[in-house]
């Protein structure tokens, strides 16, 4: 089976902040246990795919063998970024139609297995709440390091709230001059009420300045600024 090629991401500003987000929850692991994470927008466009591959990618190249799973079963293939040359999926299996170990699709980036959503389902509610998705969930967790569900807007659907119960941790994702703050507020609230475990927000879509001017000193060892720093206090 030809391996799914996953993007890779060469931009040394958005690496360090997605390097930032890696280090957070692997203390988190290291504290708490943690392996299995929703990654959910607060709307719709908030850019949580993005956010959902690049962690996936990122912690399989820091070693750990990690599966990204597409939880959107409700958005067709043609407006997926990774399912253009998939055909079965998560949903084909929560209705017993494969194996799980059919669904696993191995890609470019060493560590990394990916779980394309399937057929199209209009309300997959149902089939979240099942006993061969918690099936699933259990036998990936004795397989991989790390479980990444990247599932619908929190606001849009209530397929995120559902995952969010039966994972170890979920994270939000907002965009920045694009999520209301009533939008914000409405999802961390639905999912505090789910009693999920909400660990923090990533904002999307900051420009590069903006990273930049918050990280002041991201790029302090790449481009050697501690020379200039001691060559100003030989001075």
Do not use: W
Request: negative net charge.
């Amino acid at each position: 089976m030809k391996k799914l090629d996953i993007y890779r991401n060469d931009n040394y500003v958005l690496n360090d902040a997605f390097d930032q987000a890696v280090m957070n929850i692997h203390i988190l692991k290291k504290q708490h246990g943690y392996k299995s994470f929703v990654i959910t927008g607060c709307e719709t466009g908030d850019g949580s795919t993005t956010v959902a591959i690049n962690l996936a990618a990122a912690f399989a190249s820091a070693g750990y063998r990690t599966v990204l799973i597409d939880g959107d079963m409700r958005k067709k293939n043609r407006y997926k970024r990774l399912n253009e040359n998939t055909s079965e999926g998560l949903s084909d299996y929560l209705m017993d139609r494969v194996p799980l170990d059919a669904i696993i699709t191995e890609t470019t980036t060493e560590n990394l297995s990916y779980i394309p959503c399937g057929e199209l389902i209009d309300n997959p509610v149902r089939l979240l709440c099942s006993s061969k998705m918690n099936d699933a969930r259990l036998e990936l967790e004795g397989t991989f390091d790390f479980i990444i569900y990247d599932m619908p807007a929190v606001n849009a659907a209530m397929d995120a709230k559902v995952m969010s119960v039966s994972v170890d941790a979920t994270i939000l994702v907002s965009a920045i001059n694009d999520t209301s703050k009533k939008g914000l507020y409405a999802a961390a609230n639905i999912l505090t009420e789910a009693n999920a475990n909400l660990i923090g927000t990533i904002i999307n879509k900051m420009d590069m300045e903006q990273y930049v001017a918050y990280r002041e000193d991201y790029d302090y060892f790449r481009n050697e600024r501690y020379v200039r720093k001691n060559k100003n206090k030989a001075k």
